[in-house]
């Protein structure tokens, strides 16, 4: 027998087999083809509301802490945090409809733990210490198309994101061109005069920052225009020279003065800086930057055989820097731009 009509003997007698197959594997192809459209609409969901949250952490981290009332130092303002997490989150579209957050949806404010990447929720309280992160979860039911066949009218997905404002970091800037000792303010309190010599007692040097040469003419240039200071990131190098170097601490005397003049001096004599925190070997020639410190000065002596600035760190209050990102140690100044951790 010839093998073509085989095969028609064989088709004509398992066609209604053949048939029921062919229908069995259609439909689980088109369910396939279904689950895959419906699994890429969740993939695009999932995608828009992290954004979502991404956003709406972001912005709630930047008003985590705030100074509320123009005092120059902040205050913790877990209310206008989650207010704005919710704006953020009613501002962003899921499948071609703006979001609205919900009753299933979680604002919470705390800390955030780099060594154990974990997050701590502490609420609303007023010790700013406690706030350096906004977390928002957001969670929405998915309707399907063709995953229902099996079922499945809707997917729940879960998004979660996390904003930290830590210590001033990267694009960080100082007041005055003045840096602090890093090994002395992680022993303790630098105390309350600021000494300037050249015998290596020094808890601060004059600095140019990443300005070279760094001597007397440079040094005096930041201090009468402060708006010329340059921004840092943690890890540079700054460039130092030491000494009292008396033209320098009557630049200084004047740049008070004018803070007095301007209102920026308290009834209790303290002008409120930041300081860069260096950490050097060689307390002539460079250091690396390590973070920001709130520093209060409150005389600039320039005569006499106790030549030097005088103040105290500042443990009653955090200032922010308004253009610093975090990651530097924390020395009382706050970032002012919050970064996404996950």
């Known amino acids: 027998m010839r093998l073509s009509t085989r095969f028609k003997q064989l088709w004509k007698g398992d066609r209604g087999t053949i048939a029921a197959l062919v229908a069995v594997f259609l439909t689980a192809f088109i369910g396939l083809m279904g689950a895959g459209i419906d699994l890429g609409l969740l993939y695009a969901a999932r995608g828009e509301m992290q954004n979502a949250a991404d956003s709406a952490a972001m912005a709630a981290a930047a008003e985590l802490v705030k100074d509320l009332d123009g005092d120059s130092f902040i205050e913790t303002n877990y209310g206008g945090s989650e207010s704005t997490a919710h704006t953020y989150v009613n501002n962003n579209p899921l499948a071609k409809e703006m979001l609205a957050w919900s009753e299933r949806d979680l604002f919470e404010a705390g800390k955030w733990d780099f060594t154990t990447k974990d997050f701590t929720s502490l609420g609303d309280?007023?010790?700013?210490?406690?706030?350096?992160?906004?977390?928002?979860?957001?969670?929405?039911?998915?309707?399907?198309?063709?995953?229902?066949i099996f079922g499945m009218d809707t997917v729940g997905v879960q998004v979660i994101s996390t904003g930290f404002l830590g210590c001033s970091g990267d694009g960080g800037k100082a007041d005055v061109p003045i840096a602090i000792n890093y090994d002395i303010l992680k022993a303790g309190n630098p105390g309350d005069a600021l000494i300037l010599n050249s015998e290596n007692f020094e808890n601060i040097q004059w600095t140019t920052f990443d300005v070279w040469p760094s001597n007397t003419n440079s040094v005096k240039a930041f201090i009468e225009d402060p708006d010329s200071i340059p921004v840092m990131n943690i890890g540079d190098t700054m460039n130092l020279t030491n000494g009292t170097i008396t033209p320098l601490l009557t630049a200084m005397e004047n740049a008070y003065n004018l803070a007095l003049g301007r209102g920026e001096v308290n009834a209790a004599g303290e002008w409120h800086v930041k300081l860069p925190v260096v950490e050097w070997t060689n307390p002539s020639v460079s250091g690396i930057l390590r973070g920001f410190m709130h520093f209060k000065i409150t005389e600039v002596i320039t005569t006499g055989g106790d030549k030097c600035l005088r103040g105290y760190w500042a443990d009653n209050g955090d200032m922010v820097d308004e253009g610093a990102g975090p990651g530097g140690e924390c020395f009382g100044v706050r970032a002012g731009r919050p970064a996404l951790i996950n």
């Open 125 to 148: 309280t007023g010790n700013t210490d406690d706030l350096d992160a906004a977390r928002v979860t957001l969670n929405r039911n998915v309707t399907t198309y063709f995953m229902r």
